[in-house]
């Protein structure tokens, strides 16, 4: 199966669901945003720290990268910057245009892979701002590798992503708030799951397939890929599972490309 285009029409459905990464932000937000006063998330709780970002966002050039709904990229663009959104949903995509049109705002938007950012020229952006989205990618190395090509000198990448601990424990248990240890990193639904299994989640939960990336592609790979972590944060998923109180499930990092 084609995962990139089967992972597009599951966002797309969960659009039409009103997930709440699919909701846009309201015209109050969009107001405070254009007057400085803003906030956007990387991870589900947590807002991304503000001194993660330049002090000043006008004029800048903003790769929203997987963050299609509506969310991050009006609100950098209601602050000053010239924002790209990429996001395999169209309908996601529809949700930034959306807001762009409400709000009067420019938001080039582009329907594409997070991997293959080849439509960009090398030092194109200034911030890559990465919300949780690594897992729905098959390979993150690429996407690391492409998000440190289009940065300019000096440019940062601010990604966040889920801890591989998360998948190796049975789903259907997890849900149910046990913890079963039943699968190894790195982890994917079409592989490490029986057929008949992965199979239902797509056609009877209609769910995106979901892989389970080592730490070490995770981390190493930005450095790999010729950037140096600045800055790192854990966060929660927002919402009580077996793993409320043990610890937290999402991680974010800020990581820049030296002269």
Known sequence: MDILQYNSKAWDELADKGDKWTLPVDPETIAAARIGEWSIQLTSVKPTPREWFPEHLEGLNILCLASGGGQQAPILAA??????????????????????????????????DMADLSQFDDAMFDLVFNPVSTVFASNVIPVLQEAARVLKTGGKLLTGFINPLLFIFDLADYENGKLT???????????????????????????????????????????????????FYEDSLGEEDALTGVIDALIATRAVKPA
């Open 79 to 112: 602050a000053g910057a010239n924002v790209t959104a990429l996001d395999m949903s169209a309908k996601q995509l529809a949700r930034d245009t959306e807001v762009a049109e409400r709000e009067g705002l420019h938001i080039h938007v582009v329907q594409g």
């Open 181 to 231: 240890v039943r699968h190894k990193i790195p982890y994917a639904d079409s592989t490490d799951l029986p057929e008949k299994e992965w199979k239902s989640l797509m056609t009877d939960d209609n769910k995106p397939v979901c892989f389970g990336h080592t730490l070490h592609d995770l981390i190493q790979g930005q450095c790999d890929a010729g950037l140096v972590i600045t800055g």
